[in-house]
């Protein structure tokens, strides 16, 4: 069984650029949310796909975007960088039909803007 | 406003000791609560839900809906408790609402 993957693991970008996260998810796994953990802070949501459709959303601005793809791998883009978008980005899979309890994690993206 | 609280962000306990982390919440709709756990160097994992009503790693946690809690609790603390724990709380748009964590030091 294959865990959840997050590539890459550090990106250090400026302010104003975009970025792109990936995300793998757990083998048989159909679900992906994705979290921003500030430090001290715990993880906020963000957003969540299944079967390519955004399937929830937190309270991010519409710069924060994402993408499934066939197979439910994950991406989440964000534009036009700003300094308190310094964080650490964590996915989760999970199995729909379980609710969003059982969310695997990933061992995030730390994300540094300049 | 849905949120969870912990009110400590720091526990210290002698191994052996019973320990109580704390999470209160604020929801208007049926909860659905979890705890979290982190430990050095690995990545974030479920530890229990409160529907299951299940012990793991002998941690138990009990929702008492009229104080709005959901504390996690542990009669004989063990070193390897040592980690970050967070308490959740599912929303009906798909969103878990974490708490800040509470990190747990258990020494010898």
């Known amino acids: 069984e294959t865990g959840v993957t997050q590539s890459p693991t550090h990106l250090i970008k400026t302010r104003g650029q975009q970025v792109t996260l990936r995300c793998s998810s757990q083998?048989?796994?159909?679900?992906v949310s994705w979290y921003q953990q500030a430090l001290g802070q715990g993880p906020q949501f963000i957003f969540q796909?299944?079967?390519?459709?955004?399937?929830g959303r937190g309270n991010f601005p519409p710069r924060f975007s994402g993408l499934q793809f066939p197979n439910y791998s994950s991406e989440l883009n964000v534009n036009a960088l700003e300094l308190d978008d310094s964080a650490l980005y964590l996915c989760?899979?999970?199995?729909?039909?379980?609710?969003?309890?059982?969310?695997?994690f990933g061992s995030g993206t730390q994300l540094s803007v300049l | 406003a849905q949120r969870v609280t912990q009110p400590e962000k720091l526990l210290s306990v002698f191994k052996g000791a019973p320990v109580e982390l704390k999470c209160n919440y604020s929801?208007?709709?049926?909860?659905?609560l979890f705890w979290y756990v982190q430990y050095s160097r690995q990545r974030l994992q479920l530890l229990l839900r409160?529907?299951s009503r299940e012990s793991i790693k002998g941690f138990t946690a009990d929702l008492n809906k009229g104080e709005t809690s959901f504390h996690l609790k542990k009669p004989f603390a063990q070193e390897e408790d040592s980690a970050m724990y967070y308490c959740?709380?599912?929303?009906?748009?798909?969103?878990?609402?974490f708490g800040a964590g509470t990190r747990l030091t258990v020494k010898p």
């Open positions: 989760a899979s999970s199995l729909a039909g379980q609710g969003n309890e059982k969310l695997f």
């Open positions: 083998s048989g796994h159909n679900t």
């Open positions: 796909y299944y079967r390519e459709e955004e399937n």
């Open positions: 929801y208007s709709g049926s909860p659905e």
């Open positions: 409160h529907i």
């Open positions: 959740a709380l599912s929303l009906n748009n798909n969103d878990m609402r």
